[in-house]
């Protein structure tokens, strides 16, 4: 395959990737204005110089939201910090009764394997006693240009309950606590399915620090030894 051939299908894995975090209804006319906005071709240059109005201006009005346009900045630009991430699934507030919301710091595929200050994304997911559903990946591209990195994660993060790490420090934890997250530690990692499963397991009997997090009582102080290191 040439040359061009490569960067022509790039361009088309690219468009292909952006238009799947939108809304079926909107990808067609997503398309189109984004080469009314940028210019045709559609090349790899172009796709890599569109700002954040740029894209905003190519969405109906109802489905501008700063973390979906930068979602699509990233993915058209190259960076692509979700073209390995698994796909998330719908959620109504309330689908899960008695869940939580839990972040995982990850770098690839759907594992828990970043650092809170450098992963490039999170994967946002609900989870229950014995239900678990990705509902959102969220890219932290735009926090890297904030006067303060921890503080615009943290941000980020604000209507979670609990964010998995491999590690943090300690100034960056501080001010996940003072946004109501729950920092916890896990230096070897793991995949997003098995965390999920040992938080399921411990919900049945929270220790102290998971039970503030659910808003119950703690049932077992005795299982506060498990908690990973934080």
Known sequence: ????????????????????????????????RLAETLGLPLDADRLATVDAAQLAGCLPAGEVSDDLVERLRSVLAGERPFADA???????????????????????????????????????????TDQSRLVDVRPTAATERADDKNAARAALLGDCDLVYVQSIGGPAAAKLVRAGVHPVKWPLGASAADAIERLQASMHAPPPWLARAMGVEAKSLARFASEPST
């Open 1 to 32: 395959m040439t040359e061009t051939h490569n960067h022509e299908r790039d361009v088309v894995v690219r468009l292909a990737e952006a238009a799947r975090i939108l809304p079926e209804a909107v990808r067609p006319d997503f398309v189109h």
């Open 86 to 128: 698994p796909v998330p699934e719908a959620y109504a507030e309330g689908e899960i009764p008695g869940s939580l919301r839990l972040a995982i710091a990850s770098n690839r595929g759907d594992e828990l394997n970043g650092h809170f200050g450098s992963c490039v994304r999170f994967l946002i997911y609900q989870v229950g």
